[in-house]
């Protein structure tokens, strides 16, 4: 079987701020994380919760909004949902959105943890 193999995206200044400021409120992430279909910007493995921080042509694009509505589906599949941030809202809003972040997986990951047990 030929396995196709993917070269790891850099992130963007963006993404890394994301990250600093979800990791600066004890949030364990992941960069650029591969779920065995595509990449995910950042990932919070424990409360299954993925985001994606995107530019305007994930809202202005038709064909990336397809392309974006299929790459949920292997994230939703594997118990995961998906998050899409515009890169001008978190640039704006970094702390406010960090925090609710921060607060969401938290939430989530308590009900996770219900589940399994």
């Not at 299954?48 to 042509?57: Q, S």
């Not at 397809?66 to 899409?84: A, C, E, M, P, V």
């Not at 704006?92 to 943890?113: G, M, N, P, T, V």
């Amino acid at each position: 079987m030929l396995k196709i193999t993917h070269p790891k995206p850099q992130p963007t200044k963006i993404a890394i701020d994301l990250k600093n400021a979800l990791e600066n409120l004890g949030v364990e992430v992941e960069m650029e994380a591969f779920d065995g279909f595509k990449y995910v910007d950042i990932e919070i493995p424990k409360a299954k919760l993925d985001i994606e921080v995107d530019g305007v042509h994930h809202l202005t694009n038709s064909e990336q909004i397809i392309k974006d509505l299929n790459r949920g589906y292997w994230s939703t599949k594997d118990g995961y949902n998906t998050i899409h941030i515009p890169n001008e809202m978190v640039s704006k809003y970094l702390k406010e959105i960090s925090k609710a972040l921060a607060e969401a997986s938290k939430i989530r990951e308590k009900k996770i943890h219900v589940h399994l047990d």
